[in-house]
């Protein structure tokens, strides 16, 4: 099966507290429960066409929150939101109090979740989080032979080998929230690489950053032999949730972390889990190489083709250009994430994009048709969620946040609604993800037919082909508000790299289900119609030449 994830926040997901006040807490605005993830919500995901769930937010964060004396809120200074943000991290061995119905037991119920995810037919994907920790970290859950962050530090120099963290030895880092101030001596540096004692708004400076084994501060010096004490820390934790169940890893700002603890620590882990999926969020494409070689199954592909396909609904790009950049991925281009939403980037619906649903649903057909790389959609992606709410922390910035308690409507109005209201956009999602599963498209070939068609750019429009076995598939996209009825020529070229034979052909129109028989001919005009917003793929059943 292909690889198709559905990220969401449990901590936003099962939340039906409609109160929604402005940077309200937890007792006001609610949260999420592991529990929400019923088996009856985790066969609707299954059935919208996903094999993978990112469950994001698990890991125990810094918070407002206080939830008894065993768990105390963190310093309001170094909290963004009411919430706090789920790379905050305040114990890695822990999972989020708010996500719990009892809260002394919520790793029971977090491994309840595990196993009701995995009885699912789905695989539970985690973050890590290996850049940058909660200035107050403290784990009150690690196992009894590991040492705490900076636990042993030499905190009187900048940088030790086996330091956990840096450190500004001579200077005191203070934060303040209202009345609430947080004092740091020595400072620590800032977990977005800031060495000063006086991070601004706009850095993380609610974390501190981890020191595996680069003088950063000083001559960029490395020192990886004997292995750095972070690097045991980091793969130990990684062990930990692994042997819980867990499938896989979005590890985050995976870029900030030296190449070579990624080539040590993932070797080791695949030992033990060789089906364990590690996914990089990377955003620097001339190093994607170097994280594919270090081990990571699969890259972030933000600045490629999301980028050139936002840029395309807001009319800064042309369809032409999209062959052209999915030939610059060419190298490693199995090895590419796909995605149109998640937690970082403004929703496709918001007043920022398109501001509706159904006109981003192009891209998305895109995304998930020209080749066979792992896909993602976003909660409430598939609803048209606009993330048009201001929540407190998280302004009205196009985005659902993840540093405040909220409840989004859409989602709410789709659980309340038992999965019974209708929403013909995610009737065209969960058509569109189950075509993408057929092998003509999760392994097929890839032929753009756009520098074909002279006038299609200009239309908005963008045509390719897919081949596999004895099937072929003709797909026209519509980034264009009217239906259009279009006359497509594929070249001799194309017959030649897929191998198509002039045959009577059996034609299969989706989305609509149509059959028809035809002939094609090298330069022929083939004639289809595609909706407004929309996408029409024929798929031809082919004789392939010998």
Known sequence: ????????????????????????????????KFEDFTPERLQEIKELGCTHIWYTGVMEHATKSAFGSKIPASNPAIVKGEAGSPYAIRDYYDVAPALAVEVERRMEEFEALLKRTHAAGLKVIIDFVPNHLSREYASDCKPSYVKDFGEEDDTSVPFAPDNNFYYLPEETLTLSCGNEVYTETPAKATGNDQFTSHPSHNDWYETVKLNYGIDLAGDWSTHYNPVPDTWNKMLDILNYWAAKGVDGFRCDMAELVPVPFWQWCIQKLKKVYPELLMIAEVYQPERYEEFVLAGFDYLYDKVGLYDLLVALLKGR????????????????KHRLLRFMENHDEVRLASDFVVGDGEKAFPAMAVTALVDGNPLMTYFGQELGERGMDEEGFSGRDGRTTIFDYWSVSTIREWLLSNGQKESPLRARYQSLLGLAQKPLFAEGSFFDLNYHQPHFAARGLYAFLRAYGKELALVVVNFYGEGQTVEVAIPPHAFEVVGLSSEVLRVTQWPDGGETFVRLFSDQHYQLKVPAYGVTAHLFTVNRQQ
């Open 1 to 32: 099966m292909r690889i198709s994830i559905y990220q969401v926040l449990p901590r936003l997901f099962g939340n039906l507290n409609a109160t929604n006040q402005k940077g309200g807490t937890f007792e006001t605005n609610g949260s999420g």
């Open 317 to 332: 790009a042309s369809t032409n250009d999209i062959g052209g950049l999915l030939q610059s991925q060419e190298r490693v």
